[in-house]
């Protein structure tokens, strides 16, 4: 395949998953890509991390954290976006009168790779490593999925922008967790936890699922509000 035949596969698969006829699936796709729908998340992890972690343990953790979302970012957005200059869809002259868009959305110039996608999978592999919990793994890489698609579905996102993302953000969160567990053992000698009160990494699993529940609780806000926004069409 070379590469205008990638870019005519990349289009086909855009048109047939981007946007639909349902007000509730657009509420749902805004409200999901938003970042500020997710800080509650985001608090709940950290909290789960300071408590169980020592003071210089937990500090390292947040940093290694910290830096998988910088250099996630700053690789999509940084390098890649400014490098690459290909048109988001909604910005592409070619085909951007076929996008379906969300309250007038159409995001910055170029899109390729997207730092959503970079993101959310970032943090879901390097978490889902920390953490070490089956259920919490599931749940993350679905909530990586969901903001990934959210970008498709709103039109700002070639399917391979999403690709390419979520590859920059696995190989980050992979490196910076391997690169945190070296300084662990190196410096901090961290212990090895058999019980059923905790992870193999020693977190609490009912801190696991209290990211699980955090989780689940913030779709179901999502849901009703985009069942909110349905009924209001129609009052």
């Known amino acids: 395949m070379d590469i205008q035949q990638y870019i ?6 855009l048109l047939q998953w981007n946007g639909s006829n349902s007000i ?3 509420a749902f796709m805004w409200v999901a890509t938003s970042t500020y729908i997710w800080i509650p998340l ?12 020592k003071g210089s343990d937990a500090l390292l953790t947040i940093i290694a954290f ?9 690789i ?14 909604t910005q592409d002259p070619e085909i951007m009168h076929l996008i379906d868009i969300v309250n007038g959305y159409r995001g910055g110039r170029y899109g390729f790779i997207s ?30 999925a969901l903001n990934a698609y959210s970008r498709i579905y709103l039109g700002v996102h070639y399917p391979g922008d999403i690709l390419f993302g979520t590859l920059d953000g696995c190989l980050i969160g992979l490196g910076i967790y391997m690169i945190y567990r070296w300084i662990q053992f190196k410096f901090f000698k961290p212990s090895i936890y058999i019980s059923k009160q905790y992870t193999s990494s020693g977190y609490a699993k009912s801190d696991a699922l209290l990211l699980v529940n955090t989780f689940i609780l913030t779709c179901i806000i999502i849901v009703i509000w985009g069942i909110i926004q349905s009924l209001l069409l129609y009052l």
């Open 8 to 13: 005519e596969y990349d289009q086909d698969l």
């Open 24 to 26: 509730f699936a657009d």
């Open 42 to 53: 985001a608090i709940v992890l950290l909290y789960v991390i300071i408590k169980n972690n």
């Open 66 to 74: 910290a830096l998988v979302i910088t250099l996630a970012d700053q």
């Open 76 to 89: 999509a957005s940084g390098i890649c976006k400014p490098l690459f200059q290909r048109f988001r869809p």
């Open 115 to 144: 730092s959503h996608a970079a993101n959310t999978f970032g943090v879901a592999v390097f978490v889902s490593m920390l953490i070490r919990h089956k259920l919490l793994t599931v749940i993350l890489f679905i909530w990586a």
